[in-house]
């Protein structure tokens, strides 16, 4: 028994030790099988490393060794068209973090403390960026120079006090480069042309923007070496790539034209207590823009500031912070608006030239075409009033359009048909956008902004025949109507006329595109002579010019969603007999008196007395106008008192002083004063100068203003409509009860109020 037990177990333990030989074999081969394994994704990983991402951290180590710095481009200067500077880039500084120097606490908050104080950055805005693990943060760029000054002297004296520590040097963390700042010398003249450079340096509106790849240039480096340590090497191991500075740019806007566009809009909106006002002009030959502004507008350096500040003063008064950040970016986007081009509205009676230009070059009407306006006219259920109760009578076709007769014009509509219509519509340029060189011009869509040839009916065409029920921009009117001026050419407009390069170059010009024949010069002539009977005698009288003929027509148009506020304008153009610019007035939701003939067409002829003169177009007086038309005075400085008498003989003439000879005289040589009017001598240096308060002149005829004037003892220049009947002052250049030199001289403005409605 024990034998067999023995043998037993012994084999039991011969068995278990074969079994656990195995299980060592199997571990063994499991074991060999994941090293075998592991060996080869180690190898597969080596090879991946050297030979795909080989370069990738070859380009790593090798930027970690360099400090690669980027050197702003100068952007290129903008000039008008005489060369005068409307938007140029000055030197500035980039101030920009290395976070990854930072070791301690203490440099944190002291980078966290300069730069928030001298910056005006939020600290918590600092901080967060002195967190990432980077070389190169940028905090700011376009800060001034005594900012710049501000920051290297805390720099300097941190350094200092902390010199024998083995941390990064602040000089080493905060860094400064060269950098540009966008500059505005005028603010906000011709903002809305120009637009403004925002925080990515990419132009924002206007021509930064439609023209900032010719502006931008070419950004510079500097590649500089670093040691094991972190540390700058030498100069020797530093490259250089220069920068190369944007092109500039010479505008058509002209200075001079563009601040009497500016000036007179800016006093309409006070006048008119309108919402907005805009304006275009613009050379009839070649479709150079001379001047174009939408106001209110904003200062360009302050972009972001509203400009108005009763929209400012409401949108702070607004609790919740969502609304009231929408509100301002609404503000925002509304001033920043070019609505010159961007805006559509009815053209109203302004319209009416392109369908008389139309009926008349395919032959339906002609000059001796007259109409019985009865007062109204039906049009299928409806019946569409004239402005005038009663009705203008019969009438010609010239008398149609002086009086913007609404009747009359359905009746010329329906004569050209709406095929005729449509063709002309659109060979006016009215269903595409006119390609002017500006961002955001509006689009004209079929059957949401004019009607299309399919859909339009008996009512949309009597409706479009006086100007209502489409659309249209600013920009598309007064390329129409420059093209009657021209000749019949229909104009590509732009407001860039060259590019130069930073050598002054010329590497670009524009040149004048016909884009094609709406009208024959014979047909644009015949419209030309009834726009300027519109003038003289009918609805746009107050846009009268003494000494120039001016052609032009008003418009007065409901906007469209919005009962009892009005569009008020004027479109024409100057010298009519010779045609050398185009303009348009719009005046937005004027308070009050909305009519075009009342409201804008003042304005446009305030802007057109200055811009032709300006222009050198000499005034040809007729023999009706010579009665009121100033003199020049003479100069009186050197002679005796005698001889300035003598002199004087159709002047009152004033003598101050006890000494013989005149030594200077008010008003000056060569100013533009009425006969019968004051000058005033001084015949010593000692002499004081006489003054007198100036009486009010508004709301008189243009001889009770004569008379109150010279009586008060200063001189009255007549401006504005002076050919009418009937015809008041409204607006005088020196606001009365304002203390004055005597002799001073007074440009009183009038206009009429009697027929110049318009539908």
């Known amino acids: 028994m024990p034998n067999f037990r023995r043998k037993i ?35 597969g990983s080596l090879v991946r490393v050297a030979l795909v991402d080989g370069e990738k951290y070859k380009l790593k180590a090798e930027q970690s060794q360099l400090l690669d710095t980027t050197v702003s481009a100068q952007r290129g200067t903008i000039y008008d068209s005489n060369m005068n500077v409307l938007a140029k880039s000055a030197s500035a500084w980039l101030v920009y973090i290395v976070p990854s120097k930072i070791t301690t606490d203490a440099q944190r908050e002291a980078v966290i403390s300069v730069l928030s104080e001298k910056l005006g950055i939020d600290a918590e805005v600092i901080r967060e960026k002195t967190l990432k693990e980077s070389n190169y ?90 040691n094991a340590r972190q540390k700058v090497m030498s100069s020797e191991y530093e490259m250089t790539y220069e920068a190369q500075q944007g092109a500039n740019l010479v505008l058509t806007i002209d200075e001079v034209i563009q601040y009497y566009l500016e000036q007179s809009l800016d006093q309409a909106l006070v006048d008119t207590g309108a919402k907005y006002a805009y304006g275009i002009i613009m050379d009839v030959q070649t479709g150079a823009i001379l001047g174009m502004t939408s106001k209110p507008d904003f200062d360009l350096n302050k972009p972001n500031v509203i400009s108005n500040q009763l929209v400012a003063d409401k949108i702070a008064e607004i609790v919740d912070e969502a609304e009231r950040s929408k509100e301002t970016q609404n503000a925002k986007f ?12 009815e053209p109203g009676s302004v319209f009416k030239t392109v369908v008389v230009a139309a009926a008349l070059e395919e032959g339906v009407v002609d000059l001796n075409t007259t109409f019985t306006c009865t007062g109204g006219i039906q ?103 420059s093209t009657i001026a021209n000749g019949g050419k229909l104009m590509q407009p732009y407001v860039v006329d060259s590019i130069l390069d930073s050598d002054g170059n010329v590497i670009a010009k524009t040149q004048s595109k016909v884009k094609r024949q709406v009208i024959s010069e014979k047909t644009a002539s015949t419209v030309a002579d009834m726009m300027e009977n519109v003038v003289s005698k009918g609805t746009g009288k107050n846009a009268y010019v003494a000494g120039y003929h001016v052609a032009g027509k008003t418009g007065t148009s409901e906007k469209i969603g919005k009962e009892g506020a009005y569009i008020a304008s004027f ?79 159709g002047y009152t003439l ?106």
């Open 9 to 43: 177990y012994v084999k039991g333990a011969e068995n278990m030790q074969a079994r656990s030989l195995k299980q060592m074999s199997y571990r063994a081969t499991i074991a060999l099988l994941i090293l075998v394994l592991a060996f080869l994704v180690c190898i």
């Open 137 to 226: 943060v940028k905090i700011s760029g376009e800060v001034e120079e005594n900012v710049k000054n501000g920051i290297q002297d805390y720099i300097k004296q941190y350094d200092k006090e902390n010199k024998k520590s083995k941390d990064a040097k602040l000089s080493q963390i905060i860094c400064m480069d060269p950098d540009t700042k966008r500059y505005y010398p005028y603010s906000s003249f011709a903002s809305t042309i120009i637009g403004f450079v925002n925080a990515d340096d990419k132009g924002n509106g206007g021509i930064e923007q439609s023209y900032n790849s010719e502006l931008t240039g070419v950004s510079g480096r500097i590649i500089t070496a670093m």
């Open 334 to 345: 509304s001033q920043w608006r070019n609505r010159t081009i961007s805006d559509t509205y």
């Open 379 to 481: 049009v299928a259920n409806h019946y569409q009033k004239c402005w005038k109760p009663g009705g203008h009578g019969t009438e010609t076709l010239t008398q149609g359009l002086m009086n913007s007769c609404n009747p009359f014009f359905i009746t010329i509509g329906q004569k050209l048909g709406k095929e005729n219509f449509f063709k002309y519509f659109e060979a006016f340029g009215f269903t595409e956008k006119s390609g002017i060189d500006l961002p955001a011009e509006a689009s004209p869509v079929a059957d949401v902004t004019y009607h299309s040839l399919e859909k339009m009916g008996i009512a949309e065409l009597s409706s479009s025949s006086f100007g209502q029920t489409f659309q249209v921009s600013p920009i598309q009117v007064v390329n129409a109507i």
């Open 571 to 649: 479109a024409g153009f100057a010298p009519a007999n010779n045609p050398k610019i185009a303009i348009l007035i719009a005046i937005d939701e004027p308070t009050g008196a909305h009519g075009g003939g009342v409201v804008a067409a003042p304005i446009a002829g305030e802007i057109l007395e200055k811009v032709l003169a300006y222009l050198n177009i000499e005034p040809q007086y007729e023999d009706a106008e010579m009665k009121n038309v100033s003199s020049t005075t003479p100069s009186l400085v050197g002679l005796s008192v005698a001889q300035a008498r003598s002199m004087t003989s």
């Open 654 to 759: 004033k003598v101050v002083g006890s000494g013989d000879k005149v030594v200077s005289q008010t008003p000056a040589a060569d100013s533009q004063v009425r006969s019968g009017g004051v000058i005033v001598v001084y015949t010593d240096n000692q002499a004081q100068k006489q003054t007198a308060s100036v009486p009010n002149l508004t709301g008189m005829t243009m001889s009770q203003a004569n008379s109150a004037a010279v009586n008060s003892g200063f001189n009255i220049r007549f401006s504005g409509t002076t050919n009418a009947s009937e015809v008041v002052s409204y607006k005088q250049s020196i606001a009365p009860n304002t203390e004055a030199e005597l002799g001073s001289v007074i440009t009183v403005y009038f206009k009429s109020t009697v027929n110049v409605q318009d539908a």
